[in-house]
């Protein structure tokens, strides 16, 4: 049986108080992939390069991002051994985001202010996009009276992600260092910069037109923001588009519920499971217990 993980307490904080403040750190390492990208990318263009760019970006997304942080670490949406759990997190903290300790702030924080009856623009994505990019790429929100955050014992107290929490940037250096050593200024521009400011970027994208208004079949009583279902782009986000689905049944290893639905990440863990090496993947909660949500056939969220 799954362990149902709840690190948020709510009581007593507000989600609509408070401020869009500049983080140096967060701002500071996304303008320099950005910058470097674009300034470095046209001069040290190689196919090889650019190759490699297009088949890691997709790998460290799905494996990484999806798999390890999101459906693994932030839902525990599935089970596997430990050290394949290291090295899909490890993949994930590749991608260039945060750390595994911040990529679960930065999730369950969201997706409690928009479970409110009423949240900030911040986490609601409300504003224009070019605001919306900036606040997301470069800010953090602090609140007035803030919820508590507590990371489950088996995760905060785990060496390897308190090391991984404090070197994921090192990470990334050492492992541009590797691609310059085996293929030179192009490996390491496309392969860390171009890669870091695409995965950064188009992770932003989706996320701000997930939690816009857009199709879905459910939807969740009393919470501020509704999560759409971006149903073009279900290849290239690994099924993690169904977000309307997602909001639904976070407990739920698969993302895509209805028939063609295309969910890549929930296609691997099933070869995975055939090999033995994930197990107890799961499901959306049977319709007894759905009480908190309303079922309409693709009606507009907003
Ligand atoms: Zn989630
Ligand atoms: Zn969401």
Redesign the pocket.
Known sequence: MRKKVWRIDGSGANATDGQVVWSPAKSIWNLAMFVCAIVLAPIYFSWAAFLFFLIFTYISMLLGHSLGM?RRL??RSYECSKPLEYFLVWLGALVGMAGPFGILKI?DLR?WAQRQEKCHDFFAHRRGLLMDAFWQLNCVFKFSAPPAFKIEDDFANDKFYIFLEKTWELQQALFGIFLFWIGGMPLLVWGVFVRVAVSVSSHWIVTYYAHNPGLGNWKVHGAAVQASNLSRIALLTHGECWHNN??AF?ESAKMGLDEGQLDVGWIVLRWLEKLGWVWNLGLPRDSLKREDLNFEVDFLLK
């Open positions: 999101h932030i839902h999730h997706d997602h909001h976070p």
